[in-house]
């Protein structure tokens, strides 16, 4: 059983940067891919980033490359997301999730997840 407790979010202006971090507990955690979903009020969760278990492979949706990385320390068990570059789209609750296969855009390839955290980008 992996325990995930997302961190970082807050409230920040249009252009501004932040970093959420999810820090893992339970479980073998260089075993896992990571990924990050983002839930807007009223919409789905969606894809935002994801990490295989070595860090080596990284993906992310179109609309957050070239502004948001995502990297892993696994010796503290946890993964990032630095956000740059942040936009009022970008507003929404974070979700990390681990699932020991592929680092896939498919919530349902996960099968542990966190809290969330809100981030809240104004204009």
């Known amino acids: 059983q992996v325990q995930l407790v997302e961190s970082g979010g807050g409230l920040v202006q249009a252009g501004d940067s932040l970093r959420l971090s999810c820090a893992a507990s339970?479980?073998?955690?260089?075993?896992?891919?990571i990924g990050w979903f983002r839930q807007a009020p009223g919409k789905e969760r969606d894809f935002v980033s994801s990490?295989?278990?070595?860090?080596?492979?990284?993906y992310y949706t179109d609309s957050v490359k070239g502004r948001f990385t995502i990297s892993r320390d696994n010796a503290l068990s946890t993964v990032y997301l630095q956000m740059n570059s942040l936009r009022p789209e970008d507003t929404a609750v974070y979700f990390c999730?681990?699932?020991?296969?592929?680092?896939?855009?498919?919530?349902?390839?996960?099968?542990?997840w966190g809290q969330g955290t809100q981030v809240t980008v104004s204009s």
């Open positions: 990490i295989n278990y070595s860090g080596e492979g990284t």
């Open positions: 999730a681990a699932g020991d296969g592929l680092p896939a855009p498919n919530p349902l390839a996960y099968d542990y």
């Open positions: 339970g479980g073998t955690f260089s075993s896992y891919a």
